[in-house]
């Protein structure tokens, strides 16, 4: 009884298959024609055109904010020199075009398709050198838990808890849960520092240990907590609150049993 | 030995003893209650399902055997689970499917007995209301007496009073006897150094690089981009072969890069950044957490423990929570290769207040 339910609570095969999917599509797909070495001038001229597609994507979906060339507004940063891995980054996981301004912008639904993400991401590289999307083999989960787990703890655990439930800021910022997130946003944001998130360039976590960071997430993801009941593994918050409530109850409701009288 | 003078006679049937209790009030307790209202007794006894019907006398009953039978079931489970589910292999979820099982059973086996014996409690045995009165605080004149004369006896035949010399070295022995555990605790504590020199100085000296957290790779001014996070330690600290916890402790840095129109510096603290890198200390000053919880855009520092808030841009000053004084900055410099080096110590003890720190 015990081992099916263990079985049950961990993700279903099809949700790692639908996972990777995800990952290849957006690592794989357009990008992984571009980067072929073997067809040097097709890809320049693909390049060229992808920029002028993204171009008019950007005028006709972010320029109101950032700015016809992307030089920023009022409303919005400039984003010369941001790199494809913010723009996908934040238009990958529905960030941006963001719905209102608040104190952060939050994933919801994504609103271009993945060709789209790309257009748009090499227009805005193509403004000023930045960072790159990662290549496939540094998100694809390949490297060091363990080593990634140290430096997780070290580096993220503080803001996005030490199992990558997330937590809370200041002033109703947050930083979300890391769950479900694909590698190569995970890189991507490690990289580009979106919004409040402090950037950790390469200098600082290299592209290998950040490629550890993201099997170690995408380990515990895979190997659920051996406690049992996780309650959102936010610590002592949800933990505390079950046992108030739960825990207290049960001794009220028999403490009340034992004193009442029989019928 | 004080007797129970009225021990055993005082449970009395309910109805025949509440009012003769009204009229005398007992000796220990005689406090004249003026307007006291009467004693209403107890309600009219109401009998049970199970004292008047005796199928549901014995459906209760069959209900109590099936509880305690059910208790042996969760012992015997709990012993073949043991077996059932070894913890040999070394997967941390064979640990916890043999715990899980094994706790299940032993819970079984004790809360099947707590419920069965409760429920007998209520539903089978004798449920008359009985009154036991409480008997007087003070002992009688003999009880007393015979109290003070076995102390005496006693003193007499063990001579404690007579022979001095002997009861004060006993005291003088049971006074000395914890000396050695005071010994031992002050043990604990660093030898031959004032705890407050300890408090006041870290690892940090003039010239020290700052080096990544955990690998010890110094670190250049130019890795350093707009945004980023450092967290550091000093060199050296990996290869301390004492107290190096204790160290980091002290010495944990978190290092940031701010625009440097951005940063607002007092002019006595002018050159203790560069470029707009600066370096603090990531130990509260309210209980110690590491404060690591930085948000770039608005340059607040949150320590997580009691959402004490600091500002980066302004010297780190709290601008929340309960913390007192901003956190100490690290001042910097780049040497002759590049790379960041503190220019000394923290100018103030790090952390939260102790004794001597106001």
Not at chain 2, 169 to 197: C, H, K, M, N, T
Request: overall charge negative; proline content about 6%.
């Amino acid at each position: 009884m015990t081992s099916s339910k263990r079985r049950t609570g961990r993700r279903s095969p099809l949700a790692t298959v639908a996972l990777l999917a995800l990952g290849l599509v957006f690592t794989g797909g357009a990008y992984a024609a571009f980067s072929t070495g073997t067809a040097q001038a097709e890809v320049e001229a693909t390049s060229q055109q992808t920029i002028e597609e993204g171009k008019k994507l950007f005028q006709a979906n972010c320029a109101t904010c950032h700015g016809l060339d992307a030089q920023g507004t009022e409303a919005g940063p400039s984003l010369v020199g941001v790199g494809a891995a913010a723009v996908d980054f934040q238009v990958g996981t529905g960030r941006m075009p963001m719905q209102m301004q608040g104190p952060q912008a939050e994933q919801k639904p994504v609103q271009f398709t993945d060709e789209q993400t790309k257009q748009l991401a090499y227009y805005v590289a193509s403004l000023g050198p930045g960072p790159d999307i990662p290549a496939d083999h540094l998100v694809n989960g390949g490297g060091d838990a363990a080593n990634g787990a140290e430096l997780f703890r070290i580096n993220c655990a503080m803001c996005h808890n030490v199992a990558g439930a997330g937590g809370a800021l200041t002033e109703g910022k947050y930083a979300p849960a890391l769950n479900d997130v694909s590698g190569v946003h995970i890189y991507e944001a490690m990289v580009t520092g979106p919004q409040n998130m402090p950037v950790f360039n390469d200098l600082n976590i290299t592209p290998e240990d950040k490629r550890d960071i993201i099997t170690y997430l995408q380990y515990i993801q895979d190997n659920r907590s051996p406690g049992g009941f996780e309650l959102g593994s936010l610590g002592p918050v949800s933990e505390g609150l079950f046992i108030w409530i739960f825990g207290l109850g049960t001794i009220v409701a028999i403490t009340v049993w034992i004193t009442a009288k029989s019928n | 030995m004080a007797q129970d003078d009225n021990g055993g006679t005082d449970i009395a049937a309910a109805g025949s003893s509440s009012h003769e209790h009204e009229v005398a009030a007992s000796p220990g307790t005689a406090v004249v209650v003026a307007d006291g209202f009467e004693n209403p007794g107890f309600p009219p006894h109401r009998k049970r399902v199970t004292d008047e019907d005796p199928k549901k006398a014995k459906t209760a009953e069959r209900a109590v055997y099936t509880m305690f039978y059910l208790s042996i079931v969760g012992s015997v489970w709990a012993i073949a689970a043991y077996m059932i589910f070894p913890m040999e292999s070394n997967d941390v979820f064979d640990v916890r499917l043999n715990n899980l099982s094994f706790g299940l059973g032993v819970s079984l086996a004790l809360l099947a007995i707590g419920f069965g014996a409760v429920h007998w409690a209520k539903a089978l045995m004798h449920d008359v209301e009985l009154v036991d009165e409480r008997h007087p605080v003070r002992g009688s004149e003999e009880t007393r007496a015979g109290a003070v004369k076995v102390f005496q006896d006693a003193d007499q035949e063990s001579g404690f009073t007579r022979r001095s010399v002997i009861r004060n070295s006993l005291i003088g022995a049971l006074v000395v006897f914890p000396l050695p555990a005071v010994v031992l605790f002050r043990g604990l504590a660093p030898q031959d150094q004032d705890p407050v020199e300890l408090l006041s100085h870290t690892m940090w000296t003039q010239g020290t690089r700052l080096t990544l957290d955990p690998s010890g790779v110094p670190i250049k001014a130019s890795d350093i981009t707009i945004g980023s996070a450092f967290h550091v330690i000093p060199e050296g600290l990996n290869e301390l072969e004492h107290h190096r916890l204790e160290e980091k402790a002290k010495a944990a840095v978190l290092l940031m890069r701010l625009n440097p129109e951005e940063l607002n510096e007092t002019p006595d603290r002018a050159d203790w950044s560069y470029q707009g890198i600066v370096a603090y200390s990531k130990i509260c000053t309210h209980v110690g957490c590491p404060v690591a919880l930085y948000e770039q855009h608005t340059h607040h520092l949150l320590c997580p423990c009691h959402q004490s808030q600091f500002d980066v841009a302004n010297h780190c000053e709290v601008i929340f929570g309960p913390a007192k004084r901003p956190l100490p900055q690290l001042p910097i410099a780049v040497d002759d290769e590049g790379y960041l080096v503190a220019q000394s110590d923290f100018t103030e003890p790090v952390g939260p207040s102790f004794w001597e720190r106001h």
